[in-house]
């Protein structure tokens, strides 16, 4: 049984934003800790919906809210374009837009620069978009990208960074992107006009090159911004080559600020993230994949859009504790049978799938810090991966040798 309630051990604050430690794996890197932001604490690690347009596809506020989620993202640069800022100034920010009551994070339409790559031209000034919805042209600089969030009033709000998916082999470029969002950082900070009621987080950049990523987090770091964020992954990079950046940031980063890997959402990578130091994720992952008709469990993925779910009675994942799985007062007990019979004919399937799937991804980070908290965390570890994989000779190498960096063999039977 882990035990649900610890000490502080060690805490900070800055003016909008209270982050305290309250356990450390005696093994990996892994702690959990408390952030608390103007809208309400928030246990860490966690994994944050993305509600790109203000709305998580599917959820109405009220059930976002029962999956426990109480940070959420937004979407800087979509916002930016619709509704647009006098439109977001005059409602008086997003979570009057939107309804809801909990924090929120908004990333600082960056990443668009590779996402929407053919629509953009980056210079020093900032990146020059030209609208999806109808070619009208925008310039995201450092301060208006500040600006928006500002109107936005998000709890937190990320830098504009340089963004170059690691993959690319331009060495030049990558370390002009890196250096590039030093100084746009710079820009950012100067910019930034709600330090009490809003919480600016620099953005680490530096493809896969360790040796950039240090430089850059040493001077990431010695900015001092509320929080911390790890940037430019999950852009098809190898997993071992994302560990290995994720291990080399966090090991330089301070201790006492939350650190945030932006992009990841797969199970297998948030409880490896987790283990190496890594406390915040944000993925679209598992909303997309609940609107293709397939569920995440503690077993796997499973396609309930499969004929042979045709018949299956069963809730979506036994034991679950989420509004569509569970009996009786405030469930719906929803089966799979009925899932698969409206997967592909009516949007009710996609719902509950993405009620299923949120929720699924915040009690992952919440029994892991439940591990945490009880020094259980190598334990829970290899239960996490037998259930995925029931045959050792499947756990991925990728992640066997990045646990092992941090004292977890997941494939010595003296662990079990």
């Known amino acids: 049984m882990f ?49 790109t347009q203000a709305s998580l596809k599917g959820l109405t506020p009220e059930q976002l809210e029962g999956t426990g989620c109480r940070l959420c993202l937004n979407n800087t640069y979509h916002l930016g374009l619709k509704p647009g800022q006098e439109i977001l100034a005059l409602v008086g920010g997003a979570h009057k837009l939107q309804g809801w009551n909990h924090n929120l994070l908004t990333d600082s339409g960056g990443f668009q620069m590779v996402s929407l790559l053919t629509l953009a031209n980056i210079t020093e000034e900032g990146v020059r ?45 990558m370390r002009e992107a890196m250096e590039r969002s030093i100084r746009w950082l710079d820009r950012c900070i100067a910019a930034h006009k709600n330090m009490d009621t809003q919480n600016l987080f620099c953005i680490i950049q530096g493809g896969l090159d360790t040796e950039m990523r240090k430089e850059c987090c040493r001077e990431m770091v010695a900015r ?47 409880v490896v993230s987790v283990a190496l130091g890594a406390d915040m994720f944000d993925c679209v992952w598992p909303t997309r994949t609940a609107r293709f008709g397939s569920a995440i469990t503690k077993y796997g993925v ?53 009620i299923h799937n949120v929720w699924y991804q915040l009690n992952l980070m919440k029994e892991a810090r439940d591990a945490i908290i009880a020094d259980e965390y190598p334990a829970f570890l290899r239960q996490f991966f037998a259930n995925i994989y029931p045959e050792k000779a499947n756990y991925p190498k990728w992640a066997i040798d990045a646990l092992r960096t941090v004292g977890v063999d997941l494939l010595s039977d003296n662990n079990i």
């Open 3 to 51: 035990r649900r309630m610890a000490s502080t051990i060690a805490s900070a604050s800055s003016a909008a934003l209270t982050f305290d430690l309250v356990a450390r794996c005696s093994t990996t890197r892994a702690r959990a800790s408390v952030l608390t932001l103007p809208h309400g604490p928030v246990q860490l690690p966690i994994f944050m919906p993305v509600a």
């Open 129 to 173: 978009f030209l609208s999806p919805h109808d070619g009208t042209p925008m310039l995201l600089t450092p301060e208006h990208s500040i600006s928006l969030q500002n109107t936005i009033g998000s709890d937190i709000i990320m830098q504009l960074d340089d963004v170059l998916v690691t993959t690319s082999p331009d060495r030049k470029r």
């Open 224 to 270: 001092n911004t509320p929080g911390i964020a790890i940037g430019g992954l999950s852009g098809g990079e190898a997993k071992d080559d994302f560990c290995r950046v994720v291990r080399t940031c966090t090991e330089l980063l301070p201790e006492l600020k939350p650190r945030y890997v932006m992009g990841i959402g797969y199970p297998e990578d948030l």
């Open 302 to 354: 499973i396609k309930i859009k499969s004929s042979e779910y045709a018949n299956d009675f069963g809730p979506i994942e036994e034991g679950c504790g989420c509004a569509c799985c569970k009996e009786g007062e405030g469930g719906l007990g929803i089966t799979r049978a009925f899932v698969h019979h409206n997967v592909a004919k009516e949007t009710v399937a996609a719902h509950l799938l993405t």
